[in-house]
């Protein structure tokens, strides 16, 4: 059975052009993982997230699902996986949220990867052989 998110809609996680296709069909095509911690980033922080923001008139559109249709990011990103989001949790500043999580990783099974000294949040369920988070830079 497919995850359903608690505090999103499905629009958050994926473009425009693939919801028009899909509808809320389109949460077939993200890893649960990703589902799930974008609900446990949620109730940890306690603060609205961001991820996509096109369907509420926002300019975020790229920020999950990565469909064909992007030209942006690396071609074999995790985006184009559904393993990937890029998040902003209001009023904390991106680096604050990865220590926090580093710090408490148990509490964030599901991230294998964060990127490193961007302003977002971003985190993966990447298959990598390494204990822990990994932080890594583009």
Same mark, same amino acid.
């Given at each position: ?6 505090? !999103?809609?499905? =629009? =958050?996680? +994926? %473009?425009?052009?693939? !919801?028009? $296709? #899909?509808?809320?069909? %389109?949460?077939?095509? /993200?890893?649960?993982?990703?589902? $799930? ?5 949620? =109730? #940890? ?31 074999? &990103? ?17 680096? =604050? +949220?990865?220590?926090? *999580? /580093?710090?408490?990783?148990?509490? !964030? *099974? ?8 961007? &302003?977002? /949040? ?5 298959? *990598?052989?390494?204990?822990?988070? #990994?932080? !890594?830079?583009?």
């Amino acid at each position: 059975m497919i995850y359903q998110p608690k505090h !999103f809609r499905v =629009e =958050e996680f +994926v %473009s425009s052009t693939f !919801f028009a $296709k #899909y509808g809320a069909r %389109s949460i077939m095509a /993200l890893d649960d993982r990703m589902i $799930k911690t974008a609900d446990v980033i949620r =109730e #940890y922080f306690g603060k609205p997230v961001q991820i996509n923001t096109w369907a509420s008139g926002g300019d975020r559109r790229w920020s999950g699902l990565r469909d064909p249709s992007c030209t942006i990011g690396a071609g074999n &990103s995790q985006h184009r996986y559904g393993r990937a989001l890029d998040m902003l949790i209001e009023g904390i500043p991106a680096a =604050e +949220v990865r220590a926090e *999580i /580093l710090a408490n990783q148990e509490c !964030f *099974i599901y991230i294998t990867r964060m990127e490193d000294r961007v &302003s977002w /949040l971003h985190i993966d369920c990447a298959p *990598i052989n390494h204990a822990g988070i #990994y932080l !890594f830079r583009q």
